[in-house]
């Protein structure tokens, strides 16, 4: 499935951004470059000043640090409990961005862990990748498992779903917000952000499989999700203007036991504060997977995805 981009979002977001004018007239003047240019910023995460919340739920938590094959990844550590839960933040963010996740879990009796992903947050690096992150989210699992449950964002759930696949990790239960099913989705996106044109982002994706010796295909969400089988909860907000709501309801139906939710005026970000995505995540984790009668209510529209 492709993103189709209307060209009044085009014209806005050039009329917004010059520069996204600018690799929108190199996309027709010199496709080459434009291609090598595209795929560095691609694999650059930009990062962003944190939020005093942000900050505030880091003074509430240990900070240790985890050796990761891309170097040592920060790490932020909530509550004491014999099970552990892990927060996955996606591309341009934070562990910290799922710090409301952290209280309620550890009341559940979890220890919560979080992280920046090598090259994001407070992690060393200029540029990554899925695969990166995928190797940092199973470094922190092996330092911190086994895992009752996961919570993950955006790029995030693609890694986790990567890492549950190729590096065997191990989770009871996932909870994922605002996810992607299709990698086109996250490249497309790219291409409208940046102003790059679908043929230079396909020149990329070609390149990009060359250097990493990998087949897109393989690194499907909706793929690699159908190699899981335990009980996932998809979050995901009918007016996501990044990944589109279409995204967590095709993944949900490629999971084997899987309950969507859809949330409204939250979008891709907002999504993960609210009191009541996080509730709903920490009941899902805590009743094995069970939602709670009240969580289906006029906010949260919850519908049962079980496969035959």
Same mark, same amino acid.
């Given at each position: 499935? #492709?993103?189709?981009? @209307?060209?009044?979002?085009?014209?806005?977001?050039?009329?917004?951004?010059?520069?996204?004018?600018?690799?929108?007239?190199?996309?027709?003047? $010199?496709?080459?470059?434009?291609?090598?240019?595209?795929?560095?910023?691609?694999?650059?995460?930009?990062?962003?000043?944190?939020?005093?919340?942000?900050?505030?739920?880091?003074?509430?938590?240990?900070?240790?640090?985890?050796?990761?094959?891309?170097?040592?990844?920060?790490?932020?550590?909530?509550?004491?409990?014999?099970?552990?839960?892990?927060?996955?933040?996606?591309?341009?963010?934070?562990?910290?961005?799922?710090?409301?996740? &952290?209280?309620?879990?550890?009341?559940?009796?979890?220890?919560?862990?979080?992280?920046?992903?090598?090259?994001?947050?407070?992690?060393?690096?200029?540029?990554?990748?899925?695969?990166?992150?995928?190797?940092?989210?199973?470094?922190?699992?092996?330092?911190?498992?086994?895992?009752?449950?996961?919570?993950?964002?955006?790029?995030?759930?693609?890694?986790?779903?990567?890492? +549950?696949?190729?590096?065997?990790?191990?989770?009871?239960?996932?909870?994922?917000? +605002?996810? +992607?099913?299709?990698?086109?989705?996250? @490249?497309?996106?790219?291409?409208?952000?940046?102003?790059?044109?679908?043929?230079?982002?396909?020149?990329?994706?070609?390149?990009?499989?060359?250097?990493?010796?990998?087949?897109?295909?393989?690194?499907?969400?909706? #793929?690699?999700? &159908?190699?899981?089988?335990?009980?996932?909860?998809?979050?995901?907000?009918?007016?996501?203007?990044?990944?589109?709501?279409?995204?967590?309801?095709?993944?949900?139906?490629?999971? +084997?036991?899987?309950?969507?939710?859809?949330?409204?005026?939250?979008?891709?970000?907002?999504?993960?504060?609210?009191?009541?995505?996080?509730?709903? &995540?920490?009941?899902?984790?805590?009743?094995?997977?069970?939602?709670?009668?009240?969580?289906?209510?006029?906010?949260?529209?919850?519908? $049962?995805?079980? &496969?035959?």
């Amino acid at each position: 499935m #492709r993103r189709h981009v @209307t060209q009044e979002q085009k014209s806005t977001i050039g009329r917004a951004h010059p520069i996204v004018r600018a690799f929108a007239l190199m996309s027709r003047v $010199s496709p080459a470059v434009a291609t090598l240019l595209a795929e560095r910023l691609f694999m650059t995460s930009l990062r962003s000043r944190t939020p005093e919340r942000e900050s505030d739920w880091a003074l509430s938590a240990r900070r240790e640090e985890v050796l990761s094959p891309h170097g040592v990844l920060p790490v932020w550590v909530w509550g004491d409990g014999p099970r552990t839960v892990v927060l996955v933040h996606g591309w341009a963010g934070r562990g910290l961005q799922l710090g409301a996740f &952290a209280a309620p879990l550890v009341a559940a009796g979890y220890r919560v862990v979080c992280y920046d992903a090598p090259a994001h947050g407070l992690a060393p690096g200029r540029w990554s990748n899925l695969f990166r992150h995928t190797d940092g989210l199973t470094a922190v699992a092996n330092a911190y498992g086994p895992l009752a449950g996961v919570v993950a964002h955006s790029l995030g759930c693609a890694a986790v779903l990567l890492a +549950a696949a190729r590096n065997h990790l191990i989770a009871e239960r996932l909870v994922l917000v +605002a996810p +992607a099913a299709h990698t086109t989705t996250l @490249t497309d996106w790219f291409g409208l952000m940046s102003g790059f044109s679908q043929a230079v982002v396909e020149r990329m994706r070609r390149r990009l499989e060359r250097r990493f010796d990998f087949k897109w295909a393989n690194v499907e969400p909706w #793929r690699l999700a &159908a190699e899981f089988n335990g009980g996932c909860l998809i979050v995901h907000d009918r007016h996501d203007h990044e990944i589109p709501w279409d995204e967590g309801h095709g993944l949900s139906q490629s999971l +084997a036991h899987a309950h969507l939710v859809t949330t409204e005026d939250l979008g891709h970000r907002r999504i993960l504060r609210d009191p009541r995505v996080v509730n709903a &995540a920490t009941d899902f984790i805590a009743r094995q997977g069970r939602l709670a009668t009240d969580v289906s209510d006029s906010f949260l529209r919850s519908q $049962s995805q079980t &496969a035959a």
